[in-house]
């Protein structure tokens, strides 16, 4: 079963930047819409930003508008995630899937932990 594999999480101060990056463990995801969601402690799973396969009219939360980019790699399959000026309540687990989310295809996701 293709697993989607994500990577690019860790600590870091409000303020700071992380990149996350998102592949799949065979073949590639390049032509179908993806997504980024997380999911905080004692909170459901969310939406974070959405790109089509041909990385066009992205979409995104309102709570990370104008800090979050989402960006593909048509080439090599992968879908990332520029997350810039980190606020402590970004905290959260963060996966990719496609975009609207697939139950089989959620991974294990990144830890993204934002320090006050």
């Known amino acids: 079963q293709v697993q989607l594999v994500e990577s690019g999480g860790g600590l870091v101060q409000a303020g700071g930047s992380l990149r996350l990056s998102c592949a799949a463990s065979?073949?590639?995801?390049?032509?179908?819409?993806m997504g980024w969601f997380r999911q905080a402690p004692g909170k459901e799973r969310e939406f974070v930003a959405g790109?089509?396969?041909?990385?066009?009219?992205?979409s995104y939360a309102d709570s990370v508008k104008g800090r979050f980019t989402i960006s593909r790699d048509i080439g090599n399959g992968m879908v990332h995630l520029q997350m810039n000026n980190l606020k402590p309540e970004d905290t959260a687990v963060y996966y990719c899937?496609?975009?609207?989310?697939?139950?089989?295809?959620w991974g294990q996701g990144t830890q993204v932990t934002v320090s006050s």
């Open positions: 790109s089509s396969w041909r990385g066009r009219s992205p």
């Open positions: 065979r073949g590639t995801f390049s032509y179908v819409d």
């Open positions: 899937n496609l975009n609207p989310p697939r139950p089989n295809y």
